[in-house]
């Protein structure tokens, strides 16, 4: 039987399930025209994913193999495909509402077999006594500590594999049953390509060993780089979970403090399986209904770094210009956009879809639920971050501040977590606060209440 084997966030050859299928393969990638249509021509992460495939594709040609690259919807492909013989489609899992939808769909067409390569357990894996999911993290985390042994981190060698026979030169468009060649650049698809600075999976792990140990205590600070620089590559799947497991084994061994990472990754895992399990998630409040605005106003400054929040603007300047931002920053900004601007989480878990680099559906989803206090593991509704309160603690010197916001470098850093100071300063290239954050918090918990 003729194999489709379909990379899409398992984007390597190494460690991969899907090189550990026998038989005659076609290894494939598809730009997927549902996801691309949506998105702006000079999006940074489209420009990642092609130089990864890319990647990918020598890699795979160093082996023996090949990757045909395919441009059109998932469904159009594998009908074409299916024309050609192709019976049994091998892919990694996907939880959010489209990914389940699609594969559904070519599930209809071919044999679909979903292999858990994005994550260390399976959805129904984990789960209390009475065979419901956990709700909480503190007890998930503990049930998944106690169910790991040593087979979750097993590295999947290369099968015996033979090339389909296919033309692995072009990038096929497959539209309305029809097949043409474009060439192999992102120009062909409408996108511009851009240089996105990323580390290396290799050189980001590394580096992390040189900060394993203090990733509990500095992983918060802004203007430190104590944090994994993995995120991207978890995403992608350029670098396998098993992988940095066995990494985190080895760097245990030797004496190093690993169990706060570690935790990290498994917080990774309890999100996707929440939204497995409660796919309403995506869209809907699990608890709470809080106060709306739907300010536009507001909406422009946030989306422009122009509140007058220091660490909020500095925190959006970060996302729209390197595609990243630091996990205490968006926690803040999180805060403050439900919360202070009062606007829907929804719009703001949209914003940060649109511009990270490393968005992940559940990841993303959850956060912001969490923020918003609507989700599923408890936030309090009533806790809202001060972002004075927090650039103090975290940015104290102001090195984050101003590194994302260089009209502000010639501030004093202690005034830029006054917010005397913001609401009276003179500094023309930066606009005073757009409301008073003791103002903001009484007006959301009196909304509220």
Known sequence: MKKVLWFRRDLRVSDSMLLAIEGEVLPIFIFDTNILNALEKNDKRVSFIFEQVLKLKAD???????????????????????RLGFDEVYASVDYDAYAKERDAKIAEQLSFYALND??????????????????????????????????????YKKAEQSLANFDYSTLWCIQDGDKKPLHVKLESMGFELLHVNILSPE?????????????????????????SHLSVHLRFG??????IVRFLVKLKQQGHATEPF?????????????????????????????????????????????????????????????????????????????????LPWQKGEAFFAKHLLDYDVSANILSWQWCAGTGIDPQPYFRIFNPYAQSLKFDKEAGYIKRFLPQLRDVPASCLHKEAYLMSHDITEYPKPIIGHEHARKRFLSDFC
């Open 60 to 82: 795979l040609k160093a082996m023996g193999l090949d990757l045909a690259l395919f441009y059109g919807t998932p469904l159009e492909v594998f009908t074409y495909l299916k």
């Open 262 to 342: 570690f935790r990290q990754l498994i917080f990774r895992e309890f999100y996707a399986y929440l939204l497995f399990h409660f796919p309403k998630l995506a869209w809907e409040n699990y608890k709470y209904s809080p106060p709306i605005s739907n300010d536009k106003e507001a909406y422009e400054r946030f989306s422009r770094a122009q509140t007058g929040y220091p660490l909020i603007d500095a925190a959006v300047t970060e996302l729209l210009t390197t595609g990243l931002m630091h996990n205490r920053a968006r926690m803040v900004v999180g805060s403050f956009f439900t919360k202070h601007l009062m």
């Open 238 to 243: 350029t670098l396998c979970i098993r992988e």
């Open 118 to 155: 994005c994550y260390l357990f399976e959805p129904n894996e984990v789960l209390k006594k009475d065979g419901t999911p956990y709700l909480v993290f503190t007890p998930y985390y503990r049930a998944c500590q106690a169910l790991y042994t040593q087979f979750y981190a097993l590295e």
């Open 203 to 227: 050189k980001a792990l590394e580096l992390f060993t040189c900060k394993v140990d203090l990733y509990d205590a500095k992983r918060d600070f802004l203007d430190e780089d104590a944090t």
